[in-house]
Nanobody, 119 residues
Framework: QVQLVESGGGLVQAGGSLRLSCAAS????????MGWYRQAPGNQRELVAT???????NYADSVKGRFTISRDNAKETVNLQMNSLKPEDTAVYYC?????????????WGQGTQVSVSS
């Protein structure tokens, strides 16, 4: 089984920064795409950013130029540096990973971490 553990959420004022981290553990051979999604109250879960094992990144238009995703393939960790935060970035942020285990390829999710941005 694969566990994704997130850390780094919190409360910050608009214009501030936060860094989210996510570590994958378990009987993992390797992970392909890892990323971050978010869900605000009343909204559907939406993509924030993803990164492949080769380093190719994809960002939501709303975060381009403000957020940076990175990963450590050896440690199976993924990070999200969030700068110039806005109140509309307030949401629960979820880590996701597509990983290869003894059971084959599967998609996994973390438990979520709250990010709140005050105006």
């Amino acid at each position: 089984q694969v566990q994704l553990v997130e850390s780094g959420g919190g409360l910050v004022q608009a214009g501030g920064s936060l860094r989210l981290s996510c570590a994958a553990s378990g009987r993992i051979f390797r992970c392909n795409t890892m990323g971050w999604y978010r869900q605000a109250p009343g909204n559907q879960r939406e993509l924030v950013a993803t990164i492949t094992s080769g380093g190719n990144t994809n960002y939501a238009d709303s975060v381009k130029g403000r957020f940076t995703i990175s990963r450590d393939n050896a440690k199976e960790t993924v990070n999200l540096q969030m700068n110039s935060l806005k109140p509309e970035d307030t949401a629960v942020y979820y880590c996701s990973a597509n990983c290869w285990t003894v059971r084959g390829w599967g998609d996994y999710w973390g438990q979520g971490t709250q990010v709140s941005v005050s105006s």
